[in-house]
């Protein structure tokens, strides 16, 4: 039973990736990382109740605060893009290009 | 056996969440089962036993992480015409595809080989707020204090952020 929940948890988190890598829209990319992070913390919970300590549940709550961080400041920066581009593609979004 | 069923139901509800987030056009509607995933997941940290974390991914990321995202969708007032055309979509997508799944398989090839436990709910407090209090401020005490910093540094990063008035105009 334990192996069902990470393989939920692998299968979640290449959908993830998929996510990522093939669209163009900022706010699925943004929604398919936290996806990953979703992913990442259902395999800390699953070793958690595996060993039964609670040392995953500990670094779940680690990885709830950093997704809460990274929404805010990732919100943020599409708002100010959009209000300079006026689009939501990755594509025009390349300002660090050198 | 019970359990098992429900298992299932939501591990077969959270990929289909995650399937549409992937291939619905609008964001809103990507949002929308993104939010179908997050409460899945919470029935499976139920039935993990983590009585804690299944509040907080509750109250924390299908509560305020998404509705913060489904309002600033609303906010920015998407169009058809403001999204960008995917026409090549499905060339990346097979591309993205035949990376992806060796690298799943692999893993769950050695996910396989883990001496596999039961995950009959147990009592005895696991999971709960005092157990995983203990825990979070005897052992992981500095890593806490390090995240409520990096909480203060990004509230602070976004009201600079979003606040910034363009004067070299």
Known sequence: MIQDYLILSIILFCLGILGVITRRNVFTVFMSIELMLNAANLAFITFSRLHESMDGHVLALMVMAVAAAEAALALAVVILLHKHKGKLDTNVFSLLKG | ?169
């Open chain 2, 1 to 169: 056996m019970f359990a098992e069923i429900l298992f299932f139901g939501f591990a077969a509800l959270s990929v289909l969440g995650a399937l549409g987030l992937v291939f619905f056009r609008h964001p809103m509607n990507g949002a929308m089962s993104l939010v179908v995933t997050m409460i899945s997941l919470a029935g499976l940290y139920a039935l993990l036993s983590a009585k804690l974390i299944f509040a907080l991914q509750l109250i924390v990321y299908a509560g305020a992480i998404m509705s913060l995202i489904l309002f600033i969708i609303m906010f920015l007032n998407i169009a058809e015409s403001d999204l960008p055309e995917e026409a090549r979509h499905w060339i990346y997508l097979a591309g993205g595809v035949v990376i992806i799944l060796p690298i799943g398989s692999f893993l769950i090839k050695i996910v396989k080989s883990i001496p596999g436990g039961e995950t009959t709910i147990i009592g005895n407090g696991f999971g709960g707020v005092k157990e995983v209090g203990l825990v979070l401020f005897q052992d992981w005490l500095l890593p806490f204090e390090i995240v409520s910093i990096l909480l203060l540094v990004a509230l602070i990063g976004a009201v600079v952020l979003a606040g910034k008035r363009r004067t070299d105009k």
